[in-house]
Structure formats: C-alpha cells, structure tokens
C-alpha cells in the first residue's frame, strides 16, 4: 500500500527538499514519448522553471500562458550511500492533473488527478551514491472525466486550448512541494484515529498499519511534552483522563508518536500532532464536541500573483491572519482538496474546514453559474463514459483524499461535488456510490454534503438527501434579478427557503456560496452592481434572510479573495466576488462581516 503519511523527519526518516528551479519544457505534438524524454529533456528546448509553482503566469506570451497539452520537468537528486537498504520514495504534493514519473529512464509512477499526493517507491532504480534523475511528464488537458470536468478545444493549426466547466483558472504544474522521503524497510504505513468523549476524559480509537510484524507503540504527549497516554498493537484504544479537547478557534495538539519496535530496538518512528474533537450533525444542528456551532466564513481558492495555484506558505499565512480578523471560524476548500500544510495551519489555529474533492463543472456548460439561475438544465451523468471512469477518477480521488485528511480535527464535513446536475435520474446511483464510499473509508463518519448549484431546488433536486448537510450555493439579487430587481431577488429567494421548511428535512442547512462581483475601489450613490456599496446591500439582503430561518447554520461566503478565471465577458480579469482583493487587501464590505461575525455567538440559532 503506497503511503499517505505527510512527509516528516524522525530518528528512522529522512527527507530530501527537491524544490527549487528544475527544467521544464511544453510537448505540443506530444513527441517526447517516441523521443525518449523520460532520459533527459532535449536541452534545446528547455527553460528554467519554479517549483512549486503554476507555470501559467510566469509567461509574457499568450501561447504559453494558456498551454494546454503534454509538458515536461526534469531535475536530479544525489541519494547518498548511506542509505543504501532503506525505502526511497519520491513524493509529488501534486502534479496537476495527471503525471507519469521516470526516474533514471524507468518508470516509476503515473497519476491521474491534480491535488492530491502520490509516491513512487524508488529503490530498484536508485543510483546510490550518486545523482537520480527525475523526468516528468505532465498533461494539464479537461474533459468529462477529469476532475475538475471540462473540455478540450483544438484549433486548426492543432493548439490546443482549455475549456473548463468550471470558474477558476486552469493553472497548472508541479504546483506543491517534491520531496524524497527515506523509510526504513519495515515501516509504519499509516494510521488512523476517531475519538469519542466520555464526561471528561476521551478515548481514541486507532489502528496503525504498517508492513511487517513487529510491534507497535503508541505514545501520546500534550503541548509541554508530558507523556500523557501510551498503547501497544495495531489497534486499540487511548484513554486520556480529563483531556484537552480541539476546540473551534481554540485548538490544542496532542502529539501522536507512533513507534515500530524489534523488540528493544526501534525500527520506524512518525509523529503527528492530533486534535482531540468529536463532530456530528444532530438534527438542524452540527455539533463540535457536543457543542452547536454556527459556520462563518469563506469558500476560498489556492490563488495568488504570479504563482497561480502555486504552494505559497506567505500567502497561507496572511490567509489565517485575515480569516481571524474578520471573525471566520471556517473555510471550505472549494474546489479541490489544499496543500497539506493549510490543513496543518486549519488544526493549528482551530478552523473547521469542509474539504472538498475536485469534483466539478459536472454540470456541462463553461458558465453553469450563470445557466443554472436561468433554470437551465443539462445532462452530465446519463453519458456512458461519467458512468465509467469519470466515476472511477472521482472514487480513487475520494480514496486518497480521505487517506490523506482523515486524521485532521479540522476536517468536518467532504463536500464530495461543487455544482453537479442533479436534476436527472442518472444522477442518482452515481451520488449514492459516491456518499456510501465516502462513509466506508471514513474512520471517523463525518457528515458528508455536495454544494446545490442554482438549479438544485426543493422540487427539482434529486440528490439532497445523500447528504447530511444541506450546502446551498445561492445567488439571488446577482445571477438572479440583480440591481434595482434585488427586492424580486429576495421574495423569490425567500420562496425557494420556505420550500425548503416545508420539506422538514431536519438537517443543518448552510450557505456554502453566495456573493456579487466588487471592484475594489468603485464606489457609486446610489448603489449599481459591481460598486463595493452594491456588494454591501446584496450582502445586508442575504443576512435577512439567512437569519430568518432556525435550520440555517452557517454562511461561507463566495469568496474569500478575488481571482483568477478563464477570460470571457463575464469576468473583469477574473472573479471579483473576493471580501478581499487577490493581494488581501480588505474591500468595504470586509467591515460588515467583522461587525457581524464578531457579534454572532457561536452557537447562533441552536436547538440543542
Ligand atoms: C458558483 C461556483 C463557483 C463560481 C461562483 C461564481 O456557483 O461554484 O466556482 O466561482 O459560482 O462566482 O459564479
């Protein structure tokens, strides 16, 4: 079993950074297959390129900017003797979309799937005491079965060009760190952990998998490195008397040292700070620890100049510091699972995060915001190939996202789709697949959900009871009758709301979108769309309604930071539904939030 376990150095494990400048060049006549890339780029051709990083927006040419097709890395590695009988793995945080790695010449991996990670095991192929090199092949091509789903468009000269279904732009790249990671050869694998709380003490329940028999420790240490629970085996059970509980905005981090041991002698040793919380939905109610908890905050993008999708931890870090400001509790990783260390930071500053799979613009159309608020309807699943492999695509993402994330107090909720048609029959078997996976491979059953786009409603939607949190993304008062038709927007948005009611669904409702484009800085008395006071009104009309319904439990808003998108008359260089600019810069409205979030108690509107 390959494993998921974030990369981390320990008495038995080494790591080699390999981020920096490695070679890079486009294939657009995919020749470098038949032309044995996979031995060395041809050096005629290549360039100098960042990773991690997109390689988008490094480009002063349009041609590159928008490359869509096969392109290719390559850089070298020393691998020193001394760890000759050791595991070799080489880690990609994420090739977007698909990859195929050859290290000396060989094989040694290929993935489908743009932001998770993968491992090649390395070994049988490692120059030892020498330089490996390491030549990848990437593809940053859309169609139905990739996720995010999109198409491909080839002009006449044969350029081809990217046509997402989807709302951001199609960057792409080695976009997060590359690493080698250095195992031992019997070595822990993974583990997994679900806590539960008995008055004031909680128990842990985990399994460790590893490659061999030897025996397992589990130790566990609070913050000022007290050794305050230990087991042994594979499975079992950790009793923590009186325990510090992960609480939202309030976290605290027990350390979970996992020990592989040959008697006396230790063989592998991983650690990994773990918050100790309990998450379920009772009722209109999600509870943290039993404690009602109303969402605010954001659904975000990995976005920024320059970088694009590009791991920026300066970024991340202002992210926090913003969301904190302004009174968030909670982010979505709309649309595409994030770089590990955001999930880190989410444990670290006590964030509760719903963490979405690239599952989307399953809804076939290039503006499906826009379309579904006409009522537009079109097919994505009755098509045979979505049956097939887009669905198998999704079902492994689902598998590494989960392995991945699973241990992360921050992790809530899997919004397993953004946006899907769900208004077919054909949509049907495919979710319920879909959301019974998901609970199967989730040690701790969090809820799962999918974001309802427009066209999702009361009478129409034929999959919202597959999920255990209701998560409307709404756009009346913008796509829907927007400016001086905002009181329109408000009856009828109140309408589909009291539809909603009349279902007694019994289930936590929550706004994972709403929002209007902004251009920072244009002001206009009185308000017209686009105008940061137009933002304000749109924004004061939501919160009516939002607080007029008891089963509504949160509100993330769309978006935390305006963004990169595909070009087109619908976006002004982008999106610019941010709170805040693309360089984090407060817009007016950030203000209104504050005061709002700031006043709203954390359980606002509880039954319990
Ligand atoms: C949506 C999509 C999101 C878009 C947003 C918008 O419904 O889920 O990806 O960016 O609308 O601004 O139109």
């Known amino acids: 079993m390959e494993s998921m376990l974030y990369p981390r150095t320990s008495r038995t494990r080494r790591i080699v950074d390999m981020n920096g400048l490695w070679k890079f060049c486009f294939d657009p006549k995919s020749e470098g297959m038949n032309n044995d890339w996979k031995n060395g780029l041809d050096p005629k051709r290549t360039i100098e390129m960042p990773v991690p990083a997109s390689f988008n927006d490094f480009f002063t040419d349009k041609e590159s900017r928008e490359y869509t097709g096969d392109f290719w890395y390559e850089t070298s590695v020393f691998v020193p003797g001394e760890w000759e009988g050791k595991n070799i793995n080489l880690r990609f945080d994420c090739a977007t979309h698909r990859a195929i790695v050859f290290v000396n010449g060989e094989k040694v991996a290929t ?42 468009k080839v002009f006449s000269d044969g350029t081809k060009m990217s046509k997402p279904f989807f709302d951001f732009y199609n960057y792409a790249g080695l976009q997060r760190p590359v690493r080698l990671v250095v195992t031992p050869k019997d070595e822990i694998v993974d583990f997994a952990v679900n806590h539960s709380l008995e008055g004031a003490n909680s128990i842990t329940e985990y399994e460790v998998s590893t490659d061999s028999d030897k025996k397992v420790l589990v130790q566990v240490y609070d913050e000022d490195k007290n050794l305050v629970a230990e087991a042994s085996g594979k499975k079992g059970e950790i009793k923590i008397s009186d325990a510090h509980l992960w609480e939202v905005r309030n976290a605290y981090l027990y350390t979970f040292r996992i020990l592989l041991m040959d008697q006396e002698t230790l063989v592998d040793e991983y650690e990994e700070e773990i918050g100790i919380r309990t998450v379920e939905v009772k009722g209109t109610d999600i509870l943290i620890n039993n404690k009602p908890v109303y969402l605010k905050g954001f659904g975000k993008h990995e976005d920024s100049e320059i970088n694009g999708r590009g791991f920026n931890l300066a970024v991340v870090k202002r992210d926090f510091e913003l969301m904190k400001w302004i009174g968030a509790n909670s982010f979505r990783t709309s649309h595409y699972p994030y770089a590990e260390e955001i999930m880190q930071m989410a444990d670290r500053e006590g964030f509760l995060v719903i963490d979405e799979i690239a599952a989307v613009g399953f809804f076939e159309s290039l503006m499906n915001f826009m379309e579904a608020s006409t009522g537009k309807k079109t097919e994505f699943f009755s098509r045979d190939i979505v049956q097939t492999e887009t669905k198998a695509n999704h079902k492994a993402a689902l598998k590494e996202l ?88 408000k009856e009828l948005f109140i309408k589909e709301m009291d539809q909603w009611k009349e279902l007694h669904l019994n289930k936590p409702f929550i706004f994972t979108e709403f929002g209007a484009d902004t251009m920072a800085g244009v002001h206009k008395l009185p308000s017209v769309m ?74 606002y509107k509880s039954i319990s």
Not at 403 to 427: F, G, Q, Y
Not at 541 to 546: A, H
């Open 111 to 152: 993935h489908e799937g743009g932001f998770l990670p993968f491992t090649a095991r390395i070994n049988d192929v490692v120059n030892w005491n020498g330089y490996n090199q390491v030549v990848v092949c990437l593809n940053n091509e859309l169609s139905h079965t990739s996720l995010p789903a999109g198409s491909t």
């Open 402 to 489: 989960i392995a991945r994330d699973k241990n992360h107090a921050c992790v809530i909720a899997w919004s397993l789709m953004n946006e899907p048609e769900t208004t077919s029959d054909s949509a049907v078997p495919y979710f319920k697949e879909i959301f019974e996976l998901a609970r199967e491979l989730d040690p701790q059953k969090r809820p799962r959900t999918f974001a309802m786009v427009m066209n999702s409603t009361p009478d129409a939607c034929k999959c919202y009871s597959f999920s255990d949190i209701i998560s409307l993304n709404r756009y009346y008062g913008w796509y829907n009758r927007g400016g001086y038709e905002m009181k329109e927007a």
């Open 530 to 603: 686009w105008s940061e006071e137009y933002q304000e009104e749109y924004l004061n009309m939501q919160f009516e309604v939002f607080d007029s319904y008891d089963f509504v439990k949160g509100e993330q808003v769309w978006n935390f930071a305006d963004f990169q998108t595909t070009e087109g008359i619908m976006r002004v260089n982008g999106n610019k539904k941010g709170i805040f600019t693309r360089n984090r810069q407060p817009k007016a409205v950030a203000y209104v939030f504050k005061k709002r979030w700031e006043s709203l108690p954390q359980n």
